[in-house]
Antibody, heavy 117, light 106 residues
Framework: DVELVQSGGGLVQPGGSLRLSCAAS????????MHWVRQVPGKGLVWVSD????????NYADSVKGRFTISRDNSRKMLYLQMDSLSAEDTTVYYC??????????WGQGTLVTVSS | EVVLTQSPATLSLYPGERATLSCRAS??????LAWYQQKPGQPPTLLIY???NRATGIPARFSGGGSGTDFTLTISNLEPEDFAVYYC?????????FGQGTRVEI
């Protein structure tokens, strides 16, 4: 089985930047497409971005396109989300997740990002 | 993007009863639908993928069905630990989207 452990996050000023990390343990990390999903506490889930197993193809939600960059380092089993030009609307809990079939079968514990002055 | 509409918003049941949750897609997603359970302060847990396949370790009382635009999650014989929020999610059309959730309460 795979375990995903997130780090990064915290408080950042509007217009600032933050990088989230997601460390994977267990099976062959590079085989799977990886995703970032966010959730306003008490609200629904929103897909943010994904990256193909070999890192060559990335996709973004329209709301973050041009501001967020997803990347991965398969040799270190790490997934990243670089977030730039942050605004209050980006304040939420971010999860990394592994893609499997039609769903996401493993999730990180979540990390809170707060954008505020 | 595909909009997933879940109903009802809240389901009030007793332990031992059957829960039937609905998820309707704004366009056909064939069978690329998944269901999750989420409890407070925890990430979602995958229950069902590809409409009807139970994820690893998920009890048989959870079952999924449907196709095209209409899908259901059935929880037979509710256990106390099943009271939570349930989300459907699709990857049949880009971008992946989630329903707004159904709360199953005692």
């Amino acid at each position: 089985d795979v375990e995903l452990v997130q780090s990064g996050g915290g408080l950042v000023q509007p217009g600032g930047s933050l990088r989230l990390s997601c460390a994977a343990s267990g099976v062959t990390f590079g085989t799977y497409r990886m995703h970032w999903v966010r959730q306003v506490p008490g609200k629904g889930l929103v897909w943010v971005s994904d990256i193909q197993g070999d890192g060559t193809v990335t996709n973004y939600a329209d709301s973050v396109k041009g501001r967020f960059t997803i990347s991965r380092d398969n040799s270190r089993k790490m997934l990243y989300l670089q977030m730039d030009s942050l605004s209050a609307e980006d304040t939420t809990v971010y999860y990394c997740a592994r893609g499997y079939a039609s769903g996401f079968d493993s999730w990180g514990q979540g990390t809170l990002v707060t954008v505020s002055s | 993007e595909v909009v997933l509409t879940q109903s009802p918003a809240t389901l009030s049941l007793y332990p031992g009863e059957r829960a039937t949750l609905s998820c309707r897609a704004s366009q056909s997603i064939t069978t690329y639908l998944a269901w999750y359970q989420q409890k407070p302060g925890q990430p979602p847990t995958l229950l069902i993928y590809n409409t009807s396949n139970r994820a690893t370790g998920i009890p048989a009382r959870f079952s999924g069905g449907g196709s095209g635009t209409d899908f259901t999650l059935t929880i037979s014989n509710l256990e106390p630990e099943d009271f939570a929020v349930y989300y459907c999610q699709q990857r049949g059309s880009w971008p992946p989207t989630f329903g707004q959730g159904t709360r199953v309460e005692i």
